[in-house]
Structure formats: C-alpha cells, structure tokens
C-alpha cells in the first residue's frame, strides 16, 4: 500500500464547535467524492456531539454514517472512539483525537484538525513530528484553507 497523504488543518480559533464543523465539511466533501471515511473521536461526550453535528451542520447536506463499536460496517462515515480498533483500511481519517491512531498507515489519507486551544496545538505538533519521522510529509493548511 502506498505512504498515506497527511494534511494538517490549523484553524485560528479554540472553539471547539468551530474545529468539529471544520470536521464535518470535510467529512462532506469526502463522502460526496465517494470516499469511505473514519472518524476518530476521544471519548463519548465528542462522539455524540460530532454524531448530532452531521446531522445538523447544514441544511443542505446529508451525509450518512454511523457510531462503530468495532465490527465492519458499509457506512461510507464511521465514527469511532480512540478505543475501538479499525477493522478494514479506509480512504480518508479524520483525526480527532489528541494521539496518533496506531493504524495510520491503513489508510490512503490523514487529516488532522488542529485549533489555536493551547494544548491540542501542542499535541498536534507532536503528532505531526511523528508523522515526521515515519518518513511522511505532512501539508499544512492554514484557517480558511477549504478541506
């Protein structure tokens, strides 16, 4: 399998609300490009926040998807905490979570969304030196970048 594409997002702002809408946008544009897409949360509190943002972000969208608690599913969108392992390889993770995912590498594409709140800035640049030092080259992408 080919060395997967790391695109970093920094968004100017701590605010929660706006780096998962952030998320959800990309999600978007992903599915509607026919990709299959996991989403890695840290805990239960995002994983039901981001689950109800999907639904809601837009009025114009749709984009379907479901809570995964480990088994395989055809969802095109798979949320899923940091715990649950990933059953199959994907087009494109959405890192949401403040580590990096131990299968990376399963996937064609990593996005990473990293806001100005002081200590997901510092995770991130922890991450994107790991990403570093596997040989990858991380793209970043500045606020307003679109995903």
Not at 25 to 48: I, T
Not at 96 to 104: C, I, Q, R
Not at 108 to 126: C, F, K, P, S
């Amino acid at each position: 399998m080919e060395r997967p594409r790391v695109d970093f997002y920094v968004l100017p702002t701590a605010d929660t609300g706006a780096r998962l809408r952030f998320a959800c946008r990309l999600v978007e544009k992903a599915f509607l490009d026919e990709h299959r897409v996991r989403v890695r949360l840290d805990g239960d509190d995002e994983l039901a926040a981001f689950d109800d943002l999907l639904w809601t972000f837009s009025d114009r969208s749709f984009v379907p998807h479901e809570r995964c608690a480990g088994e395989a599913t055809t969802a095109p969108v798979v949320l899923a905490g940091v715990a649950i392992p990933d059953p199959e390889p994907g087009d494109l993770l959405v890192n949401l979570g403040t580590d990096v995912p131990t299968s990376w590498s399963r996937y064609a594409r990593i996005a990473e969304i990293v806001d100005a709140d002081g200590t997901r800035r510092q995770l991130g640049r922890i991450r994107f030196r790991y990403y570093r030092d596997q040989g990858l080259e991380p793209a970043t992408h500045e606020s307003g970048s679109e995903p």
